[in-house]
């Protein structure tokens, strides 16, 4: 089954506990995409990845890594999470984007507090 | 400013209603419009995608942007249960590499 898959679901942590949140996709996709769901902000980007060893930041990169070192992974690491960083995470992955017939497939969300 | 502005709701209708879904952006780069569908604790689902001007059509789905407005919507005809979720609208350029997305209209359709 073609699917983004992300671990784990649910996570709560400490303030300054690095954390890493991962994220995996099988269906041979270059492009991947980090957002977070706010309520009444809806979903902003925070990195994406257009291809191996290529990244570039969306609009709320602060605070995020990633890294792209295969195409299928595409983990987000928070180096020093703080209580602002609460929030639901989406990754997501796409074809090659040159056609506009690639959608975004969403994984089923990571839920992270950060106490 | 947001770069794109969706009216949260919560929207409710009976079934067979017709919904309108409606979305403004402010940037005039963007060329690629898109609805999405997310149920609670699932991630967003493509429902329909349109290219600069123009209406598209996809069974129950009717999807129109107006470039000349910055306003796009979503017509769902003949409303089921099954349809209540949460819709966002997304957009981007040419260049399909960052998306914008509204931040979501709840929809209830009550039987």
């Known amino acids: 089954e073609a699917q983004v898959t992300q671990n784990p679901r649910y996570l709560i942590t400490v303030t300054g506990k690095k954390l890493t949140v991962t994220c995996s996709q099988n269906m041979n996709h270059e492009y991947m995409s980090w957002y977070r769901q706010d309520p009444g902000l809806g979903l902003r980007q925070i990195y994406y990845?257009?291809?191996?060893?290529?990244?570039d930041k969306g609009d709320v990169p602060e605070g995020y890594k990633v890294s792209r070192k295969e195409k299928r992974n595409f983990p987000l690491i928070l180096e020093s999470p703080s209580p602002n960083q609460t929030s639901l995470y989406f990754c997501a992955s796409s074809a090659v984007l040159s056609s506009y017939n690639s959608p975004l497939h969403f994984g089923n969300g990571t839920r992270l507090t950060v106490t | 400013q947001k770069e794109v502005e969706q009216d949260p709701g919560p929207l409710s209708v009976p079934e067979g209603a017709i919904v309108s879904l409606n979305c403004t952006y402010s940037n005039s780069a963007f060329q690629y419009f898109m609805w999405y569908r997310q149920y609670s604790r699932k991630g967003p689902e493509l429902l329909m995608y349109?290219?600069?001007?123009g209406n598209k059509e996809d069974g129950r789905f009717t999807a129109q942007v107006d470039k000349s407005s910055k306003y796009i919507s979503l017509f769902i005809r003949d409303s089921q249960p099954s349809d209540s979720a949460t819709y966002l609208c997304a957009m981007t350029n040419y260049n399909f590499n960052k998306f914008y997305f509204g931040s979501g209209t709840k929809l209830n359709v009550k039987p």
């Open positions: 990845s257009m291809n191996v060893e290529v990244t």
């Open positions: 349109t290219y600069s001007s």
